[in-house]
């Protein structure tokens, strides 16, 4: 699997929306909510960029203020 595939597969809109479901810790039940494998879920978050961890957390503190 490809970091571009991956990045496709989970483009940051659906990780996003996955986190306000499902926990960062519990990446089974992310790769389930999101529809992927492990091993793509795997490569999409070793892969991702500090701006897209900034606006995800954004994201989270803005839909989910108890989420800090």
Do not use: C, F, G
């Not at 970091?3 to 990446?27: C, E, F, G, H, Y």
């Not at 793509?40 to 803005?62: F, G, K, M, P, S």
């Amino acid at each position: 699997m490809s970091i571009i595939a991956a990045k496709r597969l989970i483009p940051l809109s659906a990780l996003t929306d996955a986190l306000m479901w499902v926990s960062p810790d519990n990446q089974y039940a992310l790769a389930e909510q999101l529809w992927v494998d492990m091993p793509t879920l795997r490569i999409r978050l070793r892969h991702i960029t500090a701006a897209e961890v900034q606006y995800v957390n954004a994201e989270l503190d803005r839909q989910r203020p108890w989420h800090q």
